[in-house]
């Protein structure tokens, strides 16, 4: 069965430092989302890709995150400088299109900022 | 603003018995209505979803009851099992821009006792 991959797994760094994760969505799937999710929390959009162009960022805060699809395949999404308050999970999801497709998340990376 | 509101937001069920989990929204321009698992390490996995055309949607052990007028939806799990333990969102989400984006509560984190 097809899944969303995604790295690392786990992350630990330091404030102030810069961290990136990676996302490989199901093939063929020309939409792709990037959620944070806070502990005790539902998850909360972030960015999403249309192939390789950007749908909706409004809620990403731009002056310390970015992202990006190139060739709207797999999409990198990179944090300078990271701050405590990043502690998350950062969820990357799939669908085969926009609306209305189900989104296939994957496993996530666990973001430790110390 | 929470536009989603979730409650439990833990529930203990005994083997056999009934989960019920209760969501309600603020945006009458909602108009698809998920409900997402989610195991420990893992991502969400889409589990159910209903329109607000239908009361009522089921799925092998898993329903959805909704109410348009009172803005409240909820989920019922018959003949709850251990493998059921997990934590359940609620989501709602409208068409913006062709795009689905759901808006999810905070998670009710089951615990099925064998």
């Known amino acids: 069965e097809a899944e969303v991959a995604q790295s690392p797994r786990y992350k630990i760094t330091e404030k102030s430092q810069a961290v990136a994760f990676w996302c490989d969505p199901i093939?063929?799937?020309?939409?792709l989302y990037w959620y944070r999710q806070i502990l005790g929390q539902g998850p909360e959009l972030l960015v999403q890709f249309q192939d390789e162009s950007v749908v909706d960022d409004s809620q990403l805060p731009k002056d310390r995150f970015s992202a990006e699809r190139l060739k709207g395949v797999d999409s990198t999404l990179k944090i300078q400088p990271a701050e405590l308050g990043d502690s998350a999970m950062y969820l990357c999801?799939?669908?085969?299109?926009?609306?209305?497709?189900?989104?296939?998340f994957g496993p996530g990376t666990r973001l430790t900022v110390t | 603003q929470q536009q989603v509101k979730q409650s439990p937001q833990s529930l203990i069920v005994q083997k056999g018995g009934i989960s019920i989990i209760n969501c309600a929204y603020e945006n009458t321009a909602f108009d698809y209505f998920p409900w997402y698992q989610q195991f420990p390490g893992k991502g969400p996995a889409l589990l159910i979803a209903i329109r607000p055309d239908v009361s009522e949607k089921k799925e092998g052990r898993f329903t959805i009851s909704f109410n348009k007028s009172a803005k409240q939806f909820s989920l019922h799990i018959m003949d709850s099992q251990p493998g059921d333990s997990a934590t359940y969102f609620c989501a709602a989400s409208m068409g913006l821009g062709g795009s689905y984006i759901p808006t999810f509560g905070r998670g009710t984190s089951l615990i099925v006792h064998p």
């Open positions: 093939s063929g799937h020309a939409t």
């Open positions: 999801a799939s669908s085969l299109d926009r609306a209305p497709y189900e989104q296939y």
